[in-house]
C-alpha cells in the first residue's frame, strides 16, 4: 500500500469520526470554547477526585501490514486506535449554549492519553498536539490516534519457510500509574474491514485478542494477532532447487569414469548447495535458538555432495590401478554381489568369455554357458571393482538423499503450528 493510500484512509476515517459540531452559531462556539478551557490545565488529569481513576474505553482498527522482517524481529503495521473516555472539566448544559452538543478541538488543548508503543523498534508516541478530539456535552471525548508504526516480535524460525506466528503490540499511557488510568475494550477487539493484504503474509483476521496487563506500573493491553508465511514463492525458489540438485548429486555415479567430468561435476554441484544456503541464511534470523530445520536440510544435502566427491575420487583411484596390483576379497565379492541378480541375462546377451565354465550336450557337442556357476575370479578386474562400487554408491544415495529429504519436508510442513514470540 503506497503512502498516498495510507493517508487517504487516515483522513477518511478521521473524517468519519470528527463528523460536524451541532448547533450555534460561531460565537456561540468560540463563548463555549473560552468557557470550557477557563480554569483548565491540560496537564492535570481531568477528574474532580485527582484520588480516583480514569477509564479510556480503545477500539482499533488496523488497515496494513506493509513489512514483516523476521531478520530485524520487526513488524510494520498501519493502525488507528480511538480513544473514549469522560472528563469532568468539560461538561456543559446544550440549552445554554444555543444547543450546541458537540464541540472539535484540537489535543493540544485538553488533557489527552499518551499512548505509547511499549515494545517499538523506535520510541513510538501516538499523540501529537494538532490531531483533533471531538467533545460532547456529557463530557464525553472521543480522540483517533494513529499511523504506520514498527514493532517488535519474535520470530521463531525452526520451520521456516512454512513458519507460523503470534505476536503482539502493547501499548500503554505514558506516564500514568496503574491506579491513574486503566484501559478497557467494550466492543470489537480490531476491526479489520479495511484490512490491505500483504502478498508475503497471511495475517488472520479473527485471532485477534487482546490481555491487559502491567508495565514499569503502568496498565498495558497487549494485543495480540496470528501471522503466518505464505511459503509458495520459497517452495518454488528454494525447496525444490535443493531437490533437484540432492538428485544430481546421485547422477555422479552413472556417468563414465573414462569421462573425466565427474569430479569437476560434484564440486560444481557441492558449490551450488553453499549459495542456497548463503541465500537462506539471509532471510533467517542471525540466531541458533532454535536451529532451522531447513538449515539443517540444506548442511544434510551438502555433507551427502562431499562425501559423494570423495568416494568419487576414491572410485577414480581403483578405476585406475592395474593388474599389477592385488585385489582383496572384498572387491571381488563386491562385484559377485552387484552381479548375481543380472549375471545370467547378461551372459545370454553377449558372449561368454573364454574363461567361463561351460558344460558339453555329448548328442549335439554344443557348448551353453553354466548359468548357475560363478564368474571366474580370474575375470574381475580392477575396472569391474570400479563400476560394482558405482552401481552400489547410486542406490545407496539414492536412499540416504530422498528418504531423509521427504521425512524432513512432511514434518517441517505438518509440525509448524502458531508460536508466540
Known sequence: ????????????????????????????????????????????????????????????????????NPVQGAITMGVMVTQEW?????????????????????SGNIWTPPLTVSNPITFTLLDSSWMQTKIMSSGKVMYTVGGIIQFSCSFNMKFWPFDKHICTLNLFPYGYMVNEVSFSVPGTVVDTSIYSENGEWFLDKDSFNYELGT????????????IARLSAFYLLTVILPINGIGMLTCLVFLLPTES??????????????AVFLTVTAEELPKNSEPLPIITVYILFNLAICII??????????????????????????????????????????????KTSVVRINVKSKKKFPDFGDEI???DIGWKDVSEAVDKIMFVLFVVVTYIPSIIILIY?????GYIKG
Open 1 to 68: 500500500m503506497t503512502n498516498i493510500n495510507v493517508v487517504g484512509y487516515v483522513v477518511l476515517i478521521l473524517g468519519m469520526m470528527m463528523g460536524t459540531i451541532q448547533g450555534g452559531t460561531y460565537e456561540d462556539v468560540y463563548n463555549l470554547r473560552t468557557t470550557l478551557l477557563t480554569s483548565y490545565d491540560a496537564d492535570i488529569l481531568p477528574l474532580d477526585d485527582q484520588s480516583g481513576s480514569l477509564n479510556i474505553n480503545l477500539s482499533m482498527m488496523v488497515f496494513t501490514m506493509p513489512e514483516v
Open 412 to 416: 517441517t510442513a505438518a509440525a509448524s
Open 260 to 273: 573425466g567430468e565427474r569430479v569437476g561435476y560434484s564440486i560444481t554441484i557441492m558449490l551450488s548447495l
Open 308 to 353: 559423494g566427491l570423495l568416494f568419487v575420487i576414491l572410485n577414480w583411484i581403483l578405476f585406475n590401478r592395474t593388474e599389477k596390483d592385488d585385489m582383496a576379497e572384498i572387491y571381488k565379492s563386491t562385484v559377485r554381489f552387484t552381479r548375481r541378480k543380472w549375471c545370467k541375462r547378461k551372459i545370454r546377451d553377449d558372449p561368454p568369455r
Open 215 to 226: 508495565v514499569f506500573g503502568m496498565n498495558e493491553i497487549a494485543y495480540s494477532f496470528k
Open 86 to 106: 469522560y472528563d469532568e472539566r468539560l461538561t456543559w448544559t446544550p440549552s445554554d449554549h444555543s444547543g450546541t452538543m458537540i464541540i472539535s478541538m484540537k
Open 376 to 378: 571366474a575370479d580370474e
